[in-house]
């Protein structure tokens, strides 16, 4: 199979120190498919979606997007493939339209050649394309840059934690656009410190200082989680969680929303009478424990303590 985007051992450091972000990373991405890279703040996301875009040479290893190496056929990379930043990067004193109608001539196209890839985003924009870039709001400022992106219909398109600071409601919406986008046949890799956005790729990759863990569809990686997990709560959580992790053969504890999330051995029998009686006897009330579903965010915070013993 030929890959939208492969990389083998891709590495990057900065500074005489050397410090490393990107730590021999391989992944390769299938035409079409919607890819998570899911890790936090300076996890390397950014340092490889630079590489990969090339606006940032690696320092070892090789990677390819739309069969272009990323060092020796940047030019050809360039024009096939659309790069959303992080920060937003448009020029904030021109206005909606202006901005769009300098991305389309930088790539030699018009608004009107491919507007049918961004006309579902940009009837929500129109009622402000004389405003400049720099007033609108949060989500409308990422609705913009996708446009951008899009103008010239690229074959692979680079979203680097699109979602970062906008509200709920243009998050959701953000997700339905990326749905849509892929009928038309584009390859999208996105970035995202939000766990929960995991489940909406078809597959992922968490990456932790520098370092990929596993990659798989987000159900196969939840699935694969080893340990028996339950979910407690108390009338105090600081003493339950202190309480629980003191408790013998209890691998972990740590809070998760309103609960305490628990791993115990597979083999625990009567986990759950265990444990509430553990906490109903360190003096605790109105103690509820039950066994719950893994997420994502359950497995990556196991992957990444078992990276650290």
Request: net charge negative; charged share 25%.
């Amino acid at each position: 199979m030929d890959f939208a985007i492969e990389a083998t051992d891709l590495s990057k450091w900065y500074g005489k120190e050397k410090t490393v972000a990107v730590d021999r990373i391989s992944l390769a991405v299938r035409p079409g498919e919607v890819f998570g890279l899911i890790g936090p703040d300076g996890a390397g996301k950014t340092s490889i979606f630079r590489m990969l875009t090339t606006l940032l040479l690696p320092d070892s290893g090789s990677a390819r997007v739309n069969g272009f190496d990323v060092v020796k056929d940047y030019q050809q990379i360039r024009e096939s493939v659309g790069y959303m930043p992080g920060r937003f990067s448009l020029y904030q004193d021109l206005s909606v339209e202006e901005n769009l109608s300098f991305f389309a001539t930088v790539f030699n196209t018009t608004i009107e050649e491919n507007y049918h890839l961004i006309e579902e985003i940009y009837i929500q924009l129109e009622p402000f394309k004389k405003r400049l870039a720099g007033k609108l709001s949060g989500g409308m400022k990422q609705k913009l840059a996708l446009c951008c992106a899009l103008i010239h219909q690229p074959e692979v398109l680079f979203l680097d934690e699109p979602t970062t600071g906008v509200d709920p409601v243009s998050r959701k919406e953000f997700w339905e656009m990326l749905a849509r986008l892929k009928e038309h046949g584009i390859t999208i890799l996105v970035a995202t410190p939000y766990m929960d956005e995991a489940t909406l790729c078809e597959r992922i990759a968490l990456i932790q200082e520098g370092r990929i863990l596993q990659v798989d569809t987000p159900a196969a990686i939840s699935a694969a989680y080893p340990d028996q997990l339950l979910e407690a709560k108390t009338d105090n959580m600081s003493a339950t969680i202190r309480q629980i992790n003191e408790m013998e053969g209890v691998i972990r504890c740590y809070g998760f929303g309103e609960y305490a999330h628990v791993a115990v051995p597979v083999n625990w029998t009567d986990a759950v009478e265990k444990i509430s009686s553990y906490l109903t006897a360190q003096g605790l009330s109105n103690v509820v424990v039950r066994p719950t579903t893994p997420t994502i965010e359950d497995v990556f915070i196991k992957l990444t303590l078992d990276e650290r013993k």
